[in-house]
């Protein structure tokens, strides 16, 4: 039987820490891209400002700080969905600067079939693991963690310096 690229290198290590992480993040990169290429109708940077409107990000900044992009980035990205007629914008309020985002009937189909795809490829990926349904449950945690360190992270730069 051939080793999995993880075991190649944790045996290479001599089965350490450091190499199952170094595994981790190349099997990371690799399955990023294979989402990408799950659906040609949204880019992987579309579908995270498209996912992130659709589970409640309705400001522009919000979007930005929770998925790390700059304002320019997440601007450039939301008029490119905006003239796709996936997402819309209006006015918040009596603030004329701030503006709510949401997702159109069209951009929550979209997301949606985006969605069904990206599952399949994972879900194919999980069969093919030694644990899949530990697999899948271990990789719904990522973005917990990625909510938890925003907030540490948040949390620190609001800190005033002594």
Do not use: F
Request: glycine letters at 8%; proline letters at 2%.
């Amino acid at each position: 039987m051939r080793a999995t690229a993880s075991e190649a290198l944790s045996r290479a290590a001599g089965g350490n820490e450091t190499a199952t992480a170094i595994a981790a993040v190349r099997g990371l990169a690799r399955v990023s891209r294979m989402l990408e290429k799950a659906s040609s109708e949204l880019s992987l940077a579309n579908y995270r400002v498209l996912a992130a409107i659709g589970s409640g990000d309705e400001r522009a900044s919000r979007v930005g700080r929770n998925l790390a992009l700059g304002k320019p980035t997440v601007s450039a990205t939301v008029d490119s969905l905006c003239q796709r007629g996936l997402v819309s914008r209006s006015s918040v309020g009596d603030d004329h600067r701030a503006v709510a985002l949401k997702l159109t009937v069209e951009g929550r189909a979209a997301l949606d079939r985006v969605e069904r795809a990206m599952v399949e490829r994972i879900a194919d990926l999980s069969t093919r693991s030694p644990d899949g349904p530990r697999l899948m449950e271990a990789l719904s945690w990522l973005g917990a963690a990625m909510d938890d360190a925003l907030a540490h992270r948040t949390a620190a730069d609001q800190t005033p310096a002594r």
